[in-house]
């Protein structure tokens, strides 16, 4: 249990962070299914930005509040 | 031959975290004793090294398959990121920057409310200096692992690791004290936009995308994370100097 939780350290620290990429990535394999790689590879680039903008607007909001 | 590029990554990414390490050991070394501390991290070497052997040798076989494409890019990405999220919000004054003479004192302190120093090899100097670089060289090994898998070039991501090791035991020895003065979240911000990237591109390449400029495609995704992160930055330092101003009102939920 200790190792698992320290693997899932090196990957996840921020939730947000995650559960953007994640869902844009599952949208990236939903237009992959649909046949729309460009559309595809969009997505994730797009998801990249997306996630990073959540997660340091989230913690730029925290600092405010301090 | 030897692949540069991956080389010189690889060296960085283990670098920075075998600095991590140092301070740890030396720490140790300074309170519990250097016998305790310095085998504790010669055990942890020789633990991480055969984990990159018995990790990274059988992947070599397989990365062509699909579905180990996607988890080494989904693994690459996530730890990418994370690094670059981390190096951004410290940049942007969101999170202290990382202060290594800091973390050595911190250390210290730790060791000296341990108790007393066993004679011989004291456990609790041996299990720090152990548990410290094991976790610190874990992310070492996932760079090299990962970086090496990703550009076919795993010899030159090991060597780049192995280099990054000597360097800095070897200055460490030298200098016996932490290593103060490295641009760590530079090298950080750096060696995360390079994962990010390659990490997207498998998992891209997993998917079937169609990349556009399929030969640049890296390129233009480290040069996009790379911008968009200045840009990041610059955007939380004027939010933060507008509220420090007070000229600005914080809504409840959001931002403006």
Redesign the interface.
């Not at chain 1, 090196?10 to 921020?14: F, G, M, P, T």
């Given at each position: 249990m200790r190792w698992a939780k320290?693997a899932l350290g090196?990957?996840?620290?921020?939730a947000r962070?995650?559960g953007v990429?994640i869902l844009f990535?599952l949208l990236?394999?939903l237009l992959?299914v649909m046949q729309k790689?460009?559309w595809?590879?969009l997505a994730?680039?797009i998801g990249?930005?997306a996630?990073?903008?959540v997660?340091?607007?989230h913690?730029?909001?925290l600092?405010?509040?301090k | 031959m030897f692949n540069w590029y991956v080389m010189g990554t690889s060296f960085v990414g283990a670098f920075v975290e075998f600095v991590e390490a140092l301070t740890i050991i030396l720490a140790v070394g300074a309170v519990r004793g250097w016998k305790s501390s310095l085998a504790g991290g010669l055990t942890a070497l020789i633990l991480l090294t055969g984990l990159t052997v018995l990790v990274g040798a059988p992947l070599v076989n397989i990365i062509h398959l699909t579905w180990v494409q996607l988890v080494i890019g989904l693994f690459m990405l996530l730890f990418g990121i994370r690094w670059l999220r981390k190096s951004i919000l410290r940049f942007a004054g969101l999170k202290a920057m990382h202060d290594e003479e800091e973390s050595y004192r911190k250390e210290m302190e730790h060791q000296r409310a341990g108790g007393k120093v066993q004679a011989g090899i004291d456990h609790i100097g041996f299990t720090t200096a152990l548990s410290g670089t094991f976790l610190e060289g874990l992310e070492a090994v996932f760079i090299v692992i990962t970086f090496g898998l990703s550009a076919h070039a795993m010899p030159s991501a090991i060597l780049g690791g192995l280099g990054a090791t000597v360097v800095v035991v070897g200055v460490g020895l030298w200098l016996r004290k932490p290593f103060a003065r490295v641009p760590e979240n530079l090298m950080k911000f750096v060696v995360g936009v390079m994962l990010t990237s390659f990490g997207t591109f498998w998992v891209g390449e997993s998917f079937r995308v169609a990349w556009p400029g399929a030969d640049l495609t890296l390129l233009y995704l480290a040069l996009t994370l790379a911008v968009f992160s200045w840009v990041l930055v610059n955007w939380c330092k004027s939010r933060l100097r507008k509220a420090d101003a007070g000229s600005e009102k914080w809504p409840a939920e959001g931002v403006r």
């Open positions: 320290i090196l990957l996840v620290d921020d962070l995650v990429l990535l990236s394999f992959h790689p460009l595809a590879a994730i680039w990249l930005l996630a990073l903008t997660s340091v607007a913690e730029l909001r600092k405010a509040k | -």
